[in-house]
């Protein structure tokens, strides 16, 4: 079993149920607001409550402010559940090495949910209509959905999140537990190491990998310039007006439109690693991550790895590919043919060994170290030779990243070819 999330576009029926949609979701962040400052700040470290502890209190609160009681109940106890999962959330941060503070009390634009857990809801997808669903939520009312994609037919519904994002826009994720069909990764013993590849994060491109490509960062500098734009027109717009809050989410639509951009890229970079290979390799950035916190553009790349790299292992369940995360440290200093390591600040673009004389880019040299690291993980048996020669000898072809999110991954198949050719 699996829970998946599946995400609509939705409308609101009318007016009115947006509305109480809206007022819902402020009654649930007061909900959220209250135990948090009243309750669970208070109490001493090691002595907090428990979310059921606090759901207690709600038939309490409901007496003191009776608007509470309008809300679907359940609702109101996954908002003060949200408390137990933001401390999670925290607590894993922190055990990373992160500077963590506490939860924080949360206000209009930072709290935009809510949460019906298993009841409360009725999930109407034979309409009649093309891919159209409805949702009637208890004590809000229905919302239309965009039903592109159809819920797994044997699976159970185990929560709905209706959202009102920043661009004003609704959504409704429905999580669900089913038993997906995927197929079987391929057995570790029938595994070529030339059906494997290894990938690095790139200084210069998005990533490198083993078999000699170079994939460019996503060119988003006209989504920058225009979001520069509309936030200068923004800054010059009465605060609070009905311009502004007009050119407020026309600047939320560029930022939606900039994340959009980069999801689809990096699930097409997925999906096409996963389904050319048996194996994937990638270095586990959160461990160097904590190891070398220099600079502000690498951390924010690594954002995007990790991301990456969730995007990789769900692409590789679903095409059967193993993903296998390997230890990232001195991966650009070790020489991938002989191991002996060479100190190399960032600026020195080319692997030079000095002992015995293997020369390639830094970033490929440190791709084919992940290459075989993967491989040991793994436990796939090379017969012949180092994984390096192995691996060995292609040059480095760029794709650029536009090429990938408009062509789908065909461009990037050539070089897989070629690579195999000549290696
Ligand atoms: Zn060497």
């Known amino acids: 079993m699996v829970e998946v999330s599946f995400q609509y576009h939705a409308e609101p029926a009318s007016e009115e149920v947006a509305r109480r ?32 502890a606090m759901q207690n209190k709600l038939p309490d609160w409901k007496r003191d402010w009776e ?39 949360k206000n209009p634009r930072e709290y935009r949910s809510i949460t019906y857990n298993q009841s409360g809801f009725d999930v109407d997808s034979n309409t009649g209509r093309l891919d159209h669903a409805v949702v009637d939520f208890s004590k809000i009312g229905r919302f239309h959905l965009t039903y592109h994609r159809p819920l797994p037919e044997d699976g159970t519904i185990k929560q709905i999140h209706l959202k009102k994002q920043k661009t004003g826009a ?14 079987e990764k391929p057995a570790v013993e029938d ?15 998005f990533v490198h990998d083993s078999d000699g490509r170079a994939v460019d960062r996503l060119d988003l500098s006209d989504d920058r310039e225009r979001l520069e734009r ?13 311009n502004w809050e ?83 440290v001195g991966t650009t200093k070790e020489c991938a043919r002989c191991g002996v390591e060479t100190a190399k600040p960032l600026w020195v673009r080319t ?24 491989l040991e993980d793994l436990g796939v048996v090379h017969s012949e030779g180092t994984p390096v020669e192995t691996a060995l000898p292609v040059g480095t072809d760029s794709v650029p990243a536009k090429r990938v999110v408009e062509a789908g991954s065909r461009c990037l198949k050539e070089p897989a070819k070629q690579a195999s050719r000549q290696g």
């Open 21 to 52: 949609a809206w007022s819902d979701i402020q009654t649930c962040r007061e909900v959220y607001n209250h135990a948090l400052t009243q309750e669970y700040h208070p109490a001493p470290d090691g002595d907090k409550p428990s979310y059921t």
């Open 67 to 105: 608007q509470w009681g309008e809300v679907y109940s359940k609702c109101l106890q996954m908002a003060v559940r949200r408390i137990t999962h933001g401390e999670t959330v925290l607590k894993e941060l922190k055990a990373k090495g992160y500077d963590v503070g506490r939860l924080k009390w």
């Open 170 to 183: 609704w959504t409704v994720s429905i999580v669900v537990d089913y038993n997906p069909d995927y197929p």
């Open 191 to 205: 595994i070529e190491p030339e059906d494997c590849v290894g990938i690095d994060l790139g200084i210069r491109s």
């Open 230 to 242: 509309e936030q200068r027109s923004l800054s010059r717009k009465q605060h609070g007006s009905k």
């Open 246 to 328: 007009r050119q407020r989410r026309r600047v939320a639509e560029v930022h939606q439109r900039m994340t959009d951009r980069k999801d689809d890229f990096k699930h097409k970079l997925a999906h096409f690693y996963t389904l050319e290979y048996d194996a994937v390799f990638v270095e586990d950035l959160d461990v160097r991550g904590m190891l070398e916190a220099d600079g502000n553009a690498r951390t924010k790349a690594e954002v995007g790895w990790r991301d990456f790299i969730t995007v990789l292992t769900h692409h590789g369940k679903k095409n059967g590919c193993h993903v296998v995360e390997v230890e990232p």
């Open 351 to 374: 692997h030079d060994c000095p002992s015995c004389g293997f020369e390639a880019d830094r970033d490929r040299n440190a791709a084919l170290n992940v290459f075989s690291r993967g």
